[in-house]
């Protein structure tokens, strides 16, 4: 397609850099799009074509340079700022994407439609005031739109209105009745009894023919939540088994290429790397570690009910430092080249970005928390990088970890969890790298142990808040209070308060345990 605002030599490049981006020709393409842009850098398409180029070709730096230049170009069309804010959300670009949205004035010119994923942009990097305000906005606009209820049902969740997000997620129901997604959300936070639930529904839609894996997980995990909370275990054992094996389809596993990168990191990170001196920061990062479900949501909700500290929840933000210093994308927290490449990172640059990266989250405070649970994979890195940080490692008894990661349906960070043989052997992974932590780290992790948090929270509060650097105050075991986000599969549940009645949940399970129960045992874990 010509383009009006192209010399002809212009036009013939980007007609050129089209044929190589098809054809996956990708170092032409770049090549392509780079001539354009040195001539012309308004022309925003170039810049976006480039920083894609520059993605496939695992230029992380290049193409993260091309967005940011993106991102100066002025008066371009609502869809095109759209394709630049979803590229800066890539690179975990939150202070640069937000002003973006403040500078372009994009979300008041989005349809309602591409608004709800401007908002998802938002709400997944943890800014869900700013999210709820725009989804309100889109709902006003078109009360009929089912993403939009379920987004609001969402963000309602996190804030603790719990019985105004049930209305939003049934309103969205309404709208769209096969919406699977919404159930698997709906099955955790509505309260399901005998006279009110959705079974009948829920088996009917799994009936289906031609469901996607994406369907049947979510619908296998909502009808597992609600024969659970109805005392059907046995039925909630096939629902769950049927959606474990659709996430299997959507989330292949593979144990070796994570043990291996578990290995490469006990190599790199060994007894013999030192930390360097503190970065001198008003803010100080808690890192806040362990499995999934072992219970750091509460642990940050205790935190955050510390004045001087900021929760920011789950974030990728130091895993893109790393990232940027190894050039190289990744698809979740690491992986072998990024690994490979460490001992050539400038550490304390690392730190500087992620402290750089995360003020926007820390909003000022003297603390800030980082609850992204699979860290505990990148201690060594992170301590090297941040020798000021607080190293908080949440730990849960074996078995009661495992089944609570078995039920959950996670989004791409535990995918080890859809089959009791795999989970076992990751926990057992998990185990012998904390183990290697603590040897090469000493006095760093500080362990924290769920049932004696919830046993006796006030002592645990006030060792940990001594451990971090601040005095304990009451109102940080008040985490049922209304204030806060928490944007996470605990959401519903933390609101409670503080639950000493959690443990031995697979004991209503145990006779279809044994493959996992067995393999713990093994492992010397029960």
């Known amino acids: ?131 709820l305000i725009w989804i309100e906005h889109a709902l006003k606009l078109r009360p009929d739109l089912a993403e939009a209820h379920n987004m609001h049902g969402l963000v309602l969740m996190f804030a603790g209105r719990s019985e105004e997000s049930v209305a939003a997620f049934e309103r969205a129901l309404n709208i769209r009745p096969t919406f699977a997604a919404v159930y698997s959300v709906l099955s955790r936070v509505a309260r399901n009894t005998p006279e009110r639930n959705r079974i009948d529904a829920l088996r009917k839609l799994l009936a289906q023919p031609n469901l996607t894996a994406k369907d049947e997980g979510h619908l296998g995990y909502a009808l597992h939540n609600e024969l659970h909370d109805l005392g059907d275990y046995d039925g909630a054992w096939e629902a769950m088994t049927r959606a474990c094996r659709a996430r299997r389809v959507e989330q292949p596993y593979d144990h070796a290429q994570t043990m291996a990168v578990f290995d490469a990191l006990r190599s790199a990170y060994d007894a013999g790397f030192s930390c360097g001196e503190p970065i001198e920061d008003p803010m100080t990062p808690i890192f806040i570690v362990g499995m999934h479900r072992s219970g750091t949501t509460l642990l940050e909700r205790i935190l955050s009910g510390h004045p001087d500290v900021a929760d920011a929840g789950e974030t990728y933000t130091f895993p893109a430092q790393l990232r940027h210093a190894a050039d190289h994308f990744c ?99 998990y185990r012998d790298l904390m183990d290697h932590w603590r040897e090469v780290l000493p006095g760093r992790v500080f362990d924290i142990d769920y049932d004696a948090m919830v046993s006796e929270p006030e002592m645990q509060a006030r060792r940990i808040a001594a451990h971090c650097g601040f005095d304990f105050r009451p109102d940080m075991l008040e985490v049922g209070r209304g204030s806060g986000m928490v944007a996470t599969a605990s959401s519903n549940q933390v609101r409670k308060g503080i639950l000493t009645n959690r443990g031995g949940l697979w004991r209503a399970y145990e006779r279809h345990l044994g493959p996992m129960l067995d393999r713990l045992s093994t492992h010397g874990l029960l």
């Open 1 to 131: 397609m010509s383009n009006p605002t192209l010399s002809n030599k212009q036009q013939a490049l980007w007609q050129q850099g089209q044929r190589h981006t098809q054809h996956q020709q990708w170092r032409q393409a770049a090549a392509s799009y780079e001539a354009i842009v040195e001539h012309d850098r308004s022309f925003l398409p170039a810049w976006l074509e480039l920083s894609t180029a520059k993605e496939k070709l695992d230029a992380y730096r290049e193409s993260l340079r091309a967005v940011l230049a993106a991102a100066k170009v002025d008066g371009v069309p609502p869809m095109a700022g759209l394709a630049v804010a979803r590229r800066l959300r890539r690179f975990e670009a939150l202070p640069e994407l937000q002003a973006y949205i403040e500078r372009t004035g994009l979300a008041m010119k989005l349809s309602p439609e591409k608004l709800i994923d401007l908002a998802s942009f938002f709400a997944s990097a943890g800014d869900h005031e700013k999210t």
């Open 331 to 429: 698809r979740g927290i690491v992986d072998a080249p990024i690994v490979e490449r460490s001992r050539g990172f400038d550490h304390s640059a690392i730190g500087k970005g992620f402290l750089d990266a995360m003020r926007t989250r820390g909003r000022g405070r003297p603390f800030v928390t980082e609850k992204q649970n699979p860290n505990f994979i990148l201690l060594g890195p992170i301590a090297k990088a941040l020798p000021q940080a607080r190293l908080l490692h949440m730990r849960r008894d074996p078995a009661d970890t495992c089944f609570s990661n078995l039920r959950t349906l996670f989004t791409t960070e535990a995918s080890y969890s859809y089959d009791q043989l795999e989970m076992a052997d990751y926990y057992k992974a």
